[in-house]
C-alpha cells in the first residue's frame, strides 16, 4: 500500500496554526514556536516509522493468506483424486 505523497515544504509552513504569544509571558513567542514545530517534526517521524511498521506487517498478514489459500487448494485438489 503506497505511502500518501508528502506536501511540499511550504504546504507545512502553511498547515501549522499560527502561535499566539504566551498570555503569562513566560517563554517568547519565537522559543514557543520552536517547540511546536520541533513537536511536529516528532511527530511526523514517528508517523512515518508506524507507517512503515504497519506495511511490513500488512505484507505479513497477505504472505500468510496466500499461504493459507495455496494450502486450501492443495487439500481440495487431493480429495478430487
Known amino acids: ?3 500518501p505523497d508528502q506536501p511540499a515544504e ?3 509552513g502553511a498547515m501549522v496554526a499560527p502561535v ?3 498570555s503569562n509571558g513566560d517563554r517568547p513567542e519565537t522559543e ?3 517547540s511546536i514545530l520541533a513537536s511536529v517534526k516528532e511527530q511526523e517521524l514517528q508517523f512515518e516509522r508506524l ?3 504497519l506495511e ?3 505484507q505479513i498478514v497477505a504472505t500468510q493468506l496466500e499461504r493459507c489459500k495455496l494450502g486450501s ?3 481440495s485438489m487431493s480429495s478430487i483424486r
Open 51 to 53: 507507517t512503515r511498521e
Open 1 to 3: 500500500m503506497p505511502v
Open 20 to 22: 499566539m504569544p504566551a
Open 10 to 12: 511550504q504546504e507545512k
Open 32 to 34: 514557543t514556536t520552536s
Open 56 to 58: 511490513a506487517e500488512r
Open 73 to 75: 487448494d492443495a487439500g
